[in-house]
């Protein structure tokens, strides 16, 4: 074949100085009568062989390859270059041309010839690398073209190139004897040009095309992040790409990612190769106030310019010192910001917590809408009982900006990323799901001492916990008689609304008797139960409000209710003094026997973290305790009893300072670094078995060593009270029968289920799992693992994203990512027939193209994620029958067609796009394509 199948003229010129092809048919008519041709050129390329290859066709060929001096490394470059441009340029025939050189390479090969004379056995086709800049075409000992143009498609058919053939015997003997002396020279590699012939060529299963477009898609950027931020572990690099693949696609971005799993560094990670690659200049921070300095540091490491604001600013409607600076900033936002809301959560149910989440909702949406800024929302709990926090949160990203497609292929409009559940979350293309049970079973790897851990980086391996051991703390409780008064009293009753229906015709004794009666409050009884279990501090601050009226109803019997809760003052005195608190020594004891290690104990309210701070102060001597409550500067505070797990420098590091029993409130049970503590003590017990799962996650983290994790559940003798049990409606049958078949570690699982299962609000929900924990036959239980991570993985709901977990699950990902571009295959699958292309332009930039049958780009080329999800294929995936695998000219000419249509539809040079991998879709069913049902 000759230049895309144009013949040449019988009569070529001797000399030029032209393109149009003029070098093509002057070298070619030199060459043709030869049966030894020897080619030196700077410049090889698989086209130049393509273009010449009738003419090469049955000759013994010398090819002696220059370029730049540099030894392997410029030899290096040669076969790389050589590779590279087989996925570029014209693709028509390509395929069956490099057959052809293969071919001819792979004749008599490991008998290359050395010397001049060639015996007879040697190959037909020999390449050799020597630095030089020469051009020549040498026929025998005839002729030679000296030229400017080198051995591609682009010197011989494109560029205006000049040469002259040389017939004189003398000159002709010179130019042999030279390029012979310089190819004896040479180093060889056609062995390499072989190998790489080879593996262009090659019959790749489905899977590879598939693992391929995983890594080129969803891999990092080249660029190098800056120095000062720590590195991403191997399983946050897929996750960071994946995000940041998204905010480029859809402006927008949701990472939902289990407690401990660096949101943050990856979020740095992220917006350094987004400021990086121009596409934001600074960032706005919106997160816990206790994470303000931490995010401010990262940032400072991404060399991103940032403002960090916390949820309560962005909450305040006025009387906040910062809102003014925040609504300034606001203001300031523009295309090129990416604003950050961190425990996005945060903003989830708006209509249930009134005007002020509404209005930081809006102020986000505004900023995002109308600004067009890039958002990042991040998570570990999308939502606690309602569906619809879930869609509060989507509705801060921008809008999608194509229309979806429906299950019957029908595009729609939409102003929110649509969701109907839970397990839709993981595939909708803005977000990202990443799981610590996914984590351990992909990365998790065992010592010689088959501990378990993960790789953050070369020298930093992390152990996962070998085992978590559940305690359950029964203490008495003394105020269960005072509490099991007050609810038989029905002094806690709120007074009711008179109905307008009975107007004035009502009689004025039967009103008195109507409002009398009050209205229960079941939802708030449950939560007099939880303060009255809390400590004797919290018990006084009920009281004073009971008395007093302090709630935001009224009760129906306020004036008995105050005389019931003044007759039984001297009890709430006496008992808090803490030498007579059951419950705070049962604490001292645990604190005692943890000897020198660090303990986080979980409260629910302000007067109770006090009350334990002040106590346990008292009861042992110089215990090193503080709470958050109050703490002025809390990063600094939590820098003191985490030092390793903030990454306090060992110079800045003072032991004298550093504290040993921290009490916190449910503020910092998200998002803080607590891991330098194996014991935590859930004093309070937790609203929902998702909040004790956040709690767990302070210090269920990897850690330097190994160690074993103690978790204790305070549980008072108020949830087994028979007088509280009938106040209550407990159903003591239903308590019995799971007493005999529930174990201690299967509890918190099994109330999750029954909580999602009956819609159970929060405060029913803490009631629940606190009579199961008390009725248990057993007080403790020791997870491995394994059941740990079952645990979690239960109670968070939500699965790892699929390519995500598809991307992990690549066992040889360096030898994938080392194939040559421009592989492919061809596999069934149900529906169209389809070709799948996915094409590099410029540096970084990749698109993915669905065509049809004729080579025109679907819609769905536009949605990434979907187009990768019509390719997804099993390891076992097998390749399509031979029957059905497109000949070599026709898979050519199918990707060409496919290549320019697009390039056209972008205003792009065809041959400007290289394709790094295809993968031709036939029509057939599932079980053909291997992924079944």
Not at 592 to 608: Q, W
Not at 797 to 826: H, K, M, Q, V
Request: charged content about 25%; proline content about 5%.
């Amino acid at each position: 074949m000759l230049n895309e199948n144009q013949p040449l003229p019988h009569a070529a010129p001797r000399r030029f100085f032209a393109g149009q092809r003029a070098t093509l048919r002057c070298i070619a008519a030199s060459l043709q009568p030869a049966q030894q041709v020897r080619i030196a050129t700077a410049y090889f390329e698989g086209s130049g062989f393509q273009a010449l290859q009738e003419v090469l066709a049955g000759k013994k060929i010398r090819l002696l390859v220059g370029r730049q001096e540099g030894g392997e490394d410029s030899l290096r470059d040669v076969l790389r270059e050589f590779t590279q441009e087989l996925s570029y340029g014209s693709l028509e025939k390509r395929t069956r041309a490099m057959r052809q050189m293969l071919d001819a390479l792979e004749q008599g090969w490991m008998t290359v010839s050395v010397g001049e004379a060639w015996p007879q056995d040697a190959p037909w086709m020999e390449a050799r690398y020597l630095y030089h800049h020469a051009k020549l075409y040498i026929a025998d000992e005839q002729a030679v073209v000296v030229t400017s143009a080198n051995f591609s498609r682009h010197g011989l058919c494109v560029s205006r190139e000049a040469g002259i053939t040389i017939t004189a015997f003398d000159d002709v003997a010179y130019f042999v004897h030279r390029f012979d002396a310089y190819f004896d020279a040479a180093r060889s590699i056609t062995e390499e040009l072989i190998a790489a012939l080879r593996a262009w060529l090659a019959a790749y299963d489905p899977y590879v095309i598939y693992a391929r477009a995983l890594l080129e898609l969803y891999g990092l950027p080249a660029d190098e992040a800056p120095p000062q931020l720590p590195p991403l572990a191997k399983y946050q690099e897929g996750v960071a790409s994946s995000v940041l693949q998204s905010l480029l696609e859809h402006d927008g971005a949701f990472l939902i990612a289990s407690t401990g799993l660096g949101k943050t560094v990856i979020t740095a990670h992220i917006a350094a190769y987004l400021r990086m690659q121009d596409e934001i200049d600074n960032a706005l921070v919106v997160c816990p106030a206790g994470l303000r300095e931490v995010w401010r540091r990262f940032m400072r490491a991404a060399r991103v310019p940032s403002v960090e604001f916390s949820y309560h600013t962005l909450r305040r409607a006025d009387g906040d010192s910062n809102l003014p600076i925040l609504e300034h900033e606001l203001e300031q936002v523009t295309e090129q910001t990416l604003v950050v809301l961190d425990e996005s959560h945060r903003l989830r149910n708006e209509e249930a917590d009134g005007g002020d989440l509404r209005l930081s909702n809006e102020r986000i949406r505004k900023a995002v809408r109308e600004k067009e800024a890039h958002v990042l929302l991040l998570t570990a709990t999308p939502y606690g009982k309602e569906f619809a926090e879930v869609e509060s949160q989507l509705k801060l990203l921008p809008a999608p900006k194509r229309p979806f497609l429906t299950p019957l292929g029908l595009p729609v409009e939409a102003d929110v990323w649509p969701v109907q559940k839970l397990a839709d979350l993981p595939e909708l293309p803005p977000c990202t799901v990443l799981t610590t049970p996914d984590v351990v079973h992909h990365f998790g790897k065992r010592d010689e001492s088959g501990e378990q851990y993960v790789v953050f980086s070369e020298n930093d391996h992390r152990y996962f916990p070998r085992r978590l051991c559940l305690r359950t703390v029964r203490c008495q409780n003394p105020f269960d008689e005072f509490l099991a008064d007050l609810l038989e009293s029905k002094l806690l009753y709120k007074q009711k609304l008179l109905p307008l229906a009975l107007g004035q015709a009502y009689l004025l004794e039967n009103i008195d008797t109507f409002l009398s009666q009050g209205e229960r409050q079941p939802l708030q009884e449950a939560l007099f139960l939880h303060q009255f279990c809390s400590s004797p501090a919290q018990v006084k601050v009920v009281c004073d409000k009971l008395e007093h009226g302090g709630y935001n109803y009224a009760f129906a019997r306020q004036e008995k209710l105050g005389q019931f809760i003044r007759a039984r003052r001297k009890l709430v005195r006496q008992i808090s003094k803490s030498s007579q608190d059951p419950k705070l020594q049962a604490l001292v004891d645990i604190i005692r026997r943890a000897d020198e290690a660090k303990v986080v104990v979980f409260c629910e309210y302000r007067e109770t973290a006090r009350y334990l701070r002040d106590g346990l102060g008292k009861l042992i001597r110089r215990l090193k305790v503080e709470t958050t409550v109050d703490a002025p500067h809390l990063d600094d505070l939590l820098r003191r009893f985490a030092p390793v797990a903030n990454e306090v420098l060992e110079e800045q590091r003072n032991p004298a300072e550093e504290i040993q029993v921290l009490i916190a409130t449910r503020s910092v049970s998200e998002g803080f670094n607590l891991q330098d503590a194996s014991i935590l003590v859930n004093y309070d017990l937790p609203w929902t078995v998702l909040q004790l799962a956040q709690r767990m996650g302070r210090i269920l983290r990897p850690w330097d060593t190994p160690r074993d994790i103690n978790i204790y559940n305070f549980v008072p003798s108020t949830m087994d009270h028979e007088r509280i049990r009938h106040a209550r409606n407990w159903e003591r049958r239903l308590q019995e029968r799971n007493r005999q078949h529930r174990s201690l570690a299967r509890i918190p699982v099994l109330v999750f289920k029954e909580s999602r299962e009956s819609n159970r609000a929060q405060e029913l929900e803490m009631e629940s799992l606190g009579r199961e924990m008390y009725l248990a036959d057993e007080n403790f239980a020791d997870l491995n693992l394994n059941q740990v991570m079952e645990f979690l993985q239960t109670v968070n709901d939500l699965t790892t994203s699929t390519f995500y977990s598809d991307l992990a699950t690549i066992s040889n990902r360096d030898e994938i990512s080392g194939l040559p571009c421009g592989i492919r295959s061809a596999m069934v699958k149900p529906g169209r027939k389809r070709l799948f292309l996915l094409l590099r332009r410029g540096r970084a930039h990749l698109d993915t193209v669905l065509a049809d049958a004729r080579g025109q780009p679907l819609d769905t080329s536009w949605h990434r994620d979907e187009v990768m999800r019509e390719i997804r294929c099993l390891p076992a995936t097998p390749r399509a029958p031979f029957d059905m695998y497109p000949p070599d000219d026709k898979f050519d000419a199918w990707i060409e067609l496919a290549r320019r249509q697009w390039a056209y539809q972008h205003n792009l040079e065809p041959t400007k796009l290289q394709v790094v991998c295809a993968l031709a879709l036939f029509p057939g069913s599932a079980a053909k394509s291997g992924l079944g049902s």
